[in-house]
């Protein structure tokens, strides 16, 4: 049997197979405690498309991060946009593509790969927006990871990209391989963002992940949420089961007040849950609002 410094490979099969819902989130919030106590952190994010760059933030956004999403067209694209992006975004942190997206840019060749993320970080680019774990075949993400933080551009976040068809586990192990690798993760987000037509993922199910990626995962600092797709009570009752860190939360104000504003939902939400809310940017830093 595997182990590992947090709980086994057969610990963490038998919390996902748990049917007891109380207990198995009982055990995520406490590892969750003993490593932020109740400080949870969240990001308001502006998405902005790779052919679709503002030449400024919106009027009434307040960002603390600016991503860039979409599969650029070619390797200057990906710098040209880097570029306009870091222009509208003035002091506000820029994240960029999708490391599957850079790769499969690459030519699938990671040698490739390390020689468009330098071109990107020397472009100005602080970090990727995302490496998706699942969109890399075997243990490529690990090496992809890897080779690009050695080329000085930063991936500080892991996320799954659809349901899994195999075991769930298997990409839950995956991001701990990829941080033993780099060491420059942050933040692993567990939930799929696209679920499976046939097998979507459930409520149910959720929990138990989230639970099992904060107690497996010992070696990354933040279990993340998305609060545009997960919504926000979902995402509220993942912060009591083992998430720390809330992704996407709207930058926007919106027309209903500012009591119901997402920053005000968003931090209310959290202290809903027993926990103190601390904004931060795109790089993880706390963003003084």
Do not use: C
């Not at 545009?228 to 939360?249: E, I, N, R």
């Amino acid at each position: 049997m595997e182990t590992m410094s947090g709980i086994s490979l057969d610990e963490a099969r038998a919390v996902l197979a748990e049917r007891n819902l109380i207990a198995v989130g009982a055990r995520g919030d406490e590892e969750r405690r003993r490593r932020h106590g109740a400080r949870t952190t969240f990001v308001r994010v502006l998405e902005v498309h790779v052919e679709a760059i503002p030449g400024a933030v919106p009027p009434g956004a307040a960002p603390g991060e600016i991503r860039v999403t979409g599969k650029p067209a070619s390797a200057d694209a990906a710098v040209a946009a880097v570029k306009a992006a870091l222009h509208a975004a003035g002091t506000v942190p820029v994240t960029a593509f999708s490391l599957a997206d850079l790769f499969e840019l690459a030519g699938h060749v990671v040698y490739n790969l390390s020689e468009l993320a330098k071109r990107l970080a020397g472009a100005g680019l602080p970090a990727v927006a995302e490496a998706p774990l699942d969109a890399f075949p075997g243990s490529v993400a690990v090496v992809a990871v890897q080779q690009t933080v050695k080329a000085g551009l930063p991936v500080p976040r892991l996320t799954v990209q659809r349901s899994a068809e195999g075991p769930v586990l298997d990409v839950i192990a995956r991001a701990r391989e990829v941080q033993h690798a780099s060491g420059a993760v942050r933040a692993f987000a567990p939930l799929p963002r696209v679920s499976s037509v046939a097998q979507p993922s459930t409520g149910y199910d959720d929990v138990k992940v989230i639970a099992a990626a904060r107690l497996f995962v010992d070696n990354i600092e933040s279990i993340q949420v998305d609060w545009a797709l997960y919504g926000p009570k979902l995402a509220q009752f993942a912060l009591t089961v083992g998430a720390d860190d809330v992704d996407s939360v709207s930058p926007l104000e919106g027309d209903l007040g500012r009591r119901r504003s997402p920053l005000e939902e968003i931090r209310g939400n959290i202290k809903a849950a027993g926990l103190e809310p601390i904004e931060r940017n795109g790089l993880f830093e706390p963003s003084g609002k």
